[in-house]
């Protein structure tokens, strides 16, 4: 149609414009969407937490000052009572420590991201709705396995070394992200039901009581006789054990499959309660 044809007063007719339909690659709930999604929200926590220096420094920089204060205070005594070396328990203990806190601060940020509306808005995003957790074990996954890699660096300058060979080296440094994600799942469940009341941060309290009463701050045989089975059967003495055992050398097998209970054990409960934590945490937000 011309502009000559148009009859004077009318009104010229609307061109309709048509916009093709979005097309994506794979669906919003398959599970290339899960692994692509979890991947952006892993390295979304990655950059955020490389960028908080509270994070920063509970994950690597108070670690590493613990590890040094309990040389430098503990280590000689410790040795004389066991006969080997302290470090060798000190830095699979610092190494689980290390992983606990930086996952209650972790859990900390999860609840201002509830109180902010930041999962609410994830929620209304054409996202696979379980990426959001996925991603965030998989970045707790990545900061233990920096936390550890950190403390046995900082644990070789003051004598720790790996005595019983490579494969033994890659094990002891891979439990504490087992123990980790054990954990992890856990205290994301807190912080996604917590509400205004503090359970994270007395988890924290658990945590330090959990630091003081394990194999790795003195031996077993030397806590009270009613209290040394308590303290052989926690978590931690149990991962303290294994790696102790990967590195300066005795039980292995035991150990490692009571910390891998622990760990399964662990997200086995507290994975469900979780999921639904979270995605009610999107919702209301």
């Keep these: ?21 979005p097309t994506l690659d794979y669906a919003e709930n398959s599970a290339r ?12 926590l990655l950059i955020r937490w490389t960028r908080d220096p ?3 420094i509970q994950a690597l920089l108070y670690p590493a000052l613990t590890l040094l204060m309990f040389r430098i205070v503990l280590g000689n005594s410790i040795s004389a009572a066991t006969g080997s070396p302290s470090v060798y328990g000190t830095v699979p203990m610092i190494a689980l420590v290390g992983a606990m806190f930086g996952s209650i601060v972790s859990a900390v940020g999860l609840k201002g991201e509830k109180t902010s509306g930041l999962l609410s808005r994830f929620a209304t995003t054409p996202t696979h709705r379980a990426s959001g957790l996925a991603g965030r074990m998989m970045a707790e996954a990545i900061r233990v396995f920096a936390t550890t890699i950190v403390i046995v660096a900082v644990g070789m300058v003051l004598g720790f070394r790996f005595n019983q ?10 439990l504490p992200i087992a123990f980790g ?6 205290v994301t469940f807190l912080a996604t039901v917590a509400g205004q009341t503090p359970l994270v941060e007395v988890v924290s309290i658990g945590c330090t009581l959990l630091m003081f009463f394990n194999s790795g701050f003195v031996p077993v045989a030397a806590y009270p006789p009613w209290l040394q089975p308590v303290v052989a059967a926690q978590p931690m003495s149990c991962a303290v054990d294994a790696m102790r055992g990967l590195s300066l050398g005795g039980p292995v097998l035991v150990p490692v499959l009571q910390t891998l209970a622990w760990a399964v054990g662990m997200v086995a409960v507290f994975l469900y309660p979780a999921i639904r934590g979270y995605k009610r945490a999107a919702e209301t937000g």
Excluded: D, N, Y
Aim: hydrophobic share 50%.
């Design 1 to 21: 149609m011309t502009a000559s044809s148009i009859a004077p007063g009318s009104t010229p007719p609307v061109s309709r414009l048509t916009f093709p339909e």
């Design 33 to 44: 969407a899960l692994w692509a999604h979890s991947l952006i929200q892993c390295k979304r």
């Design 54 to 56: 509270s994070t920063m």
């Design 165 to 174: 060979g490579i494969p033994s080296a890659i094990a002891l440094l891979l």
């Design 181 to 186: 994600i054990g954990f992890a799942v856990m």
